[in-house]
């Protein structure tokens, strides 16, 4: 079974500072996707990452970025120029052939 | 606004009562899933529908949980007799998708709180 592992429940960031979220995984299908998710105090999830297993290179969107180990089965998030609105619940997700599986989440917190 | 919504936000419930929850996807989105989240943890996969087929349920999901989504738009979950331990936040999720293939993004709802007290 696919399992998701958020070794860090908690972390901090100084504003303007990087920040880096880990996340592991179990699987033995070699063709799946990878996301992150953030969710905000009381707000609901929304997506900021994916990466297609396939794909070597490492997919960015903006200040966002991952560390994709296929082989050590790693998913890293590096958040660059850590923002005030960065402070939320963040989610690493699998994707199998229908079923997405999450992790236990990184609260993020961003200090001014 | 054209993201997913649910009804109602929050549902405070006595214990043997049922509740119905509804979700209405994004208009192009042909499949929909459910997830229940408890504090501190991820979102639990509960089912999954591909239009109006209900293709997958979770081992979580059990006899008192029912999901439809008749005509392949809106969903609803309804909980029979509920328990204490239903109580969480109810996400509901969709994505698009026409191949086995492809990423299919999920997009959230904001989600029903439910309380069994």
């Known amino acids: 079974a696919q399992t998701v592992t958020q070794s860090q429940p908690e972390m901090s960031v100084q504003e303007a500072e990087t920040v880096t979220l880990s996340c592991t995984y179990d699987?033995?299908?070699?063709?799946?996707?990878l996301f992150w998710y953030k969710q905000p105090p009381s707000r609901q999830m929304i997506l900021v990452i994916r990466?297609?297993?396939?794909?070597?290179q490492n997919a960015t969107e903006n200040r966002f970025s991952v560390n994709f180990q296929k082989a050590a089965k790693s998913f890293s998030l590096k958040i660059s120029d850590s923002q005030l609105g960065d402070a939320a619940m963040y989610f690493c997700?699998?994707?199998?052939?229908?079923?997405?599986?999450f992790g236990t989440g990184t609260s993020l917190t961003v200090i001014p | 606004d054209t993201g997913v919504s649910q009804n109602p936000r929050h549902k405070i419930t006595k214990r043997g009562q049922n509740v119905t929850f509804r979700c209405d996807p994004i208009?192009?989105?042909?499949?929909l899933y459910w997830y229940r989240q408890t504090l501190g943890q991820g979102p639990e996969f509960l089912t999954y529908?591909?239009?109006?087929?209900?293709?997958?349920k979770s081992r979580l999901l059990s006899d008192r949980f029912s999901a439809e989504r008749p005509k392949g738009s809106f969903s609803t979950l309804e909980i029979q007799r509920t328990e204490q331990g239903d109580s969480a936040m109810y996400l509901c999720?969709?994505?698009?998708?026409?191949?086995?293939?492809?990423?299919?993004?999920?997009?959230f709802g904001p989600g029903t709180r439910l309380t069994v007290t």
């Open positions: 208009s192009e989105h042909n499949r």
């Open positions: 999720a969709s994505s698009f998708g026409r191949t086995a293939g492809g990423p299919w993004e999920q997009y």
């Open positions: 529908f591909q239009n109006e087929a209900q293709l997958e």
């Open positions: 990466q297609e297993a396939y794909k070597q």
């Open positions: 997700a699998y994707r199998s052939a229908v079923q997405f599986y």
């Open positions: 699987t033995s299908e070699s063709d799946y996707y």
